[in-house]
């Protein structure tokens, strides 16, 4: 059974370990998360975004297989199905589907809006024991056409968001989505150290895992990060493993054409990337 995230990120925090949120795009990225946190005893988020959404055929659709898969495959560890970036629309669609937890995006809104309209969806949630994240400070780079440059956030605005009532806050620290560029300045620890201090318990959510470098990772949780997003390695991953099968002739070899073979190596890749994912946050065996 899907639940809010509410009490796997508290728990995290005053573990000083991190749960990862790894986003899912089809059917072998589904399993292949949850049956790497049912393997390690780990918490895990599935990150959908609205663009992954409508290509999995709508919200509806993923809710079903979720739930389908987690009673087949027997997984017990705790689950939350999170909406990634989501619009004030997409959470209200999200809420109705059977997400467990979504994420309101209003960072490219005056703050004042962006307040009016998370505290709309702060009381809907409560009313239906769901977690809800919020962001101040547009994350860099770009998902799902909403593009940022990777500011830091007031830390003042976090606390007025954090006030509210969310369950968790993403703060921009500097950190971009996608693979990181070359002249990259790194995470600003000042910055997050300063929206610790304001927002007390409120575990802290790190978007654009990919890439950083692991002491800045560990550093991040030391100073409250409790959630950490992954989507461009598992990405990757897939796509590289999918790239040797090809490139090596195998689905030329007698039924090597098969779906079940041909995407195989790219799940099994996907595997090892949420395992080392989990390794690094510490979230393994905290079920």
């Known amino acids: 059974m899907l639940v809010s995230a509410k009490e796997m990120l508290e728990k995290a925090k005053a573990g000083h370990y991190a749960v990862g949120q790894f986003n899912i795009n ?52 705790p689950v939350a199905l999170h909406l990634d970036h989501g619009s004030y629309e997409g959470c209200l669609a999200c809420i109705e589907a059977g997400f467990s937890s979504v994420m309101f995006d209003g960072s490219h809104f005056a703050i004042d809006e962006n307040i009016a309209k998370t505290k709309e969806l702060v009381n809907l949630v409560n009313e239906k024991g769901l977690s809800i994240e919020a962001e101040v400070g547009s994350i860099g780079g770009e998902e799902d056409g909403v593009v940022g440059k990777g500011e830091c956030a007031d830390p003042k605005e976090c606390k007025a968001i954090a006030d509210l009532g969310v369950t968790m806050l993403a703060a921009g620290i500097g950190n971009i989505h996608g693979k990181y560029p070359d002249n990259w300045e790194g995470l600003s620890f000042e910055t997050l150290d300063a929206v610790q201090q304001l927002t007390g318990d409120m575990p802290l959510v790190l978007h654009g895992g990919t890439g950083i470098p692991e002491d800045m990772i560990k550093r991040a ?66 079920a």
């Not at 072998?28 to 049912?38: I, N, P």
């Not at 709508?58 to 009673?71: D, L, Q």
Request: net charge negative; with cysteine; aromatic share 6%.
């Open 221 to 286: 949780i030391n100073l409250g990060v409790a959630k950490i997003n992954v989507n461009t390695e598992c990405q990757l991953s897939f796509a590289e493993g999918t790239r040797k099968y090809i490139e090596s002739g195998k689905d030329l070899e007698g039924k090597g054409f098969d779906p079940r073979k041909l995407l195989a190596p790219g799940y099994e890749a996907i595997i090892e990337t949420v395992k080392e994912k989990m390794e690094l946050f510490g979230s393994i065996g905290k």
């Open 26 to 77: 089809n059917l072998e990225w589904t399993k292949a998360v949850l049956v790497t946190a049912q393997e390690l005893n780990s918490p895990v988020i599935l990150g959908v975004s609205e663009g992954a959404g409508k290509y999995m055929a709508g919200y509806k659709t993923v809710v079903g297989m979720v739930n389908g898969m987690m009673e087949e495959l027997n997984i017990t560890v």
